[in-house]
């Protein structure tokens, strides 16, 4: 009995045959080269998806009939693990302010981009700009993103806020006569501890500091709006805020007005909501009060 010329064995409909090369890329799409053999010439087509890798698409096939069956040499590209793959960043944490920065992406899911949508890998920053969005090949686009939020640390906390201080220096004037007595010397002394004031009832103008801070931070909750006005105390006080108005032993309410809050106040809010989340960039500024002023 004569043999048959071909004796195949297994799956007569896809065999991987030797020779498979797949190209990871930082940067642009992953590449496959492999051949199949099959039982039918039109097996592939460009265009069509590779057996084994969903996120690849064929760019070209070229097919040659060998015996009963067909061997099928193949280029793809795509992605090699889906269903993105981040291509270029440039998202920054600057000493003050969101963290922000565009980012470029590889996906087979181009409508998980879009203004509003959050950061694969950060749940406070938000996609706030989309440049372009670009399909590569049929399943692969390439969508540039503008991003800005909140970065948290290990902790879950954001970066430490930004402190600045003004100190200006004022004049203000009595309306009435003022004595500088002796019952509070270290008030009213030079640089040598000498007493430099007045025992006599005298109309004065008095230079004295006006001091301001200036917080600048991120948070995932609201300023604190309703404190506007009244009593509060900046996140940290690194200079000493001194008025020699804080010193009531010297002075009588008739010339003088008394102030409420007395010390540090929340002066002014100023904030910055990303869309409708719940993550806010806010300057809040800071008064120093002393206890009275002269009346002007």
Known sequence: MAL???IEHGNRSHLLLAGREIAKRQRGLDTLRQSIRTDREDS???????????QMRLKEVVSRQDGPGWIHEMNA???????????????????????????????TRPDDFSIGTVH???????????????????????????????????D???????????????SVNTTGTVTLGHATPEIFTDEDGVFNGWTSALK??????KVNIVWTALSLTPPPTERVGMQKTPPRVPITAYSIFDETAWYSSSGFTYNYPAGWKLASVQADQ????????????????????PIL
């Open 204 to 209: 004065a103008s008095f230079d004295t500091s």
């Open 274 to 293: 990303i869309l409708d989340k719940d993550v806010w960039l806010y300057t809040l500024t800071f008064e120093y009060n002393p206890i009275a002023v």
């Open 156 to 170: 879950s906390n954001p970066k430490p806020g930004k402190l600045k201080v003004t100190v200006n220096g004022q």
């Open 4 to 6: 048959p010329f071909y």
């Open 44 to 54: 592939f087509s460009e265009g069509g998806i590779v057996p084994g890798f969903p």
């Open 77 to 107: 590209e795509g992605l090699r693990r889906g269903p993105h793959k981040l291509e270029s960043s440039s998202l920054a944490q600057p000493e003050e302010g969101w963290d922000e920065g565009p980012q470029t992406w590889l996906t």
């Open 120 to 154: 694969p890998d950060h749940p406070n920053i938000w996609c706030v700009g989309l440049p372009t969005k670009e399909d590569l090949n049929g399943h692969v686009w390439r969508v540039s993103c503008d991003y800005k939020g909140i970065i948290l640390d290990g």
